[in-house]
Nanobody, 128 residues
Framework: QVQLVESGGGLVQAGGSLRLSCAASGRTSSSYAMGWFRQAPGKEREFVASFSRTGLMPYYADYADSVKGRFTISRDNAKNTVYLQMNSLKPEDTAVYHC??????????????????WGQGTQVTVSS
């Protein structure tokens, strides 16, 4: 089992920044694919960013079009932690942000159903 705990959410004004953290514990591995998803009230959970692999290529970061250029995903394998740096925040970024992990590092990382483990989420609220 893998446990994921998110932190770093909060209330910020539009244009501001936040950094989310996702600490993994248990039977985790640096080979896992990791992702961030978000869910706003009354909306479906949506992909935000992820790390995964394709073939023999190293891990690469993938981003939803809505956050590309503003958000950055990173990982510190020594700390078993994945981060999501969020800059130039907009009111439409308001949501509960969830961290996810899966043992299979290959394949599309945008599908929430492909992940094995989920954190409880952290609330991000962006005021206008």
């Amino acid at each position: 089992q893998v446990q994921l705990v998110e932190s770093g959410g909060g209330l910020v004004q539009a244009g501001g920044s936040l950094r989310l953290s996702c600490a993994a514990s248990g039977r985790t591995s640096s080979s896992y694919a990791m992702g961030w998803f978000r869910q706003a009230p009354g909306k479906e959970r949506e992909f935000v960013a992820s790390f995964s692999r394709t073939g023999l290529m190293p891990y690469y970061a993938d981003y939803a079009d809505s956050v590309k250029g503003r958000f950055t995903i990173s990982r510190d394998n020594a700390k078993n932690t994945v981060y999501l740096q969020m800059n130039s925040l907009k009111p439409e970024d308001t949501a509960v942000y969830h961290c996810a992990a899966r043992a299979q590092p290959y394949g599309s990382s945008r599908a929430s159903g492909s992940y094995d483990y989920w954190g409880q989420g952290t609330q991000v609220t962006v005021s206008s």
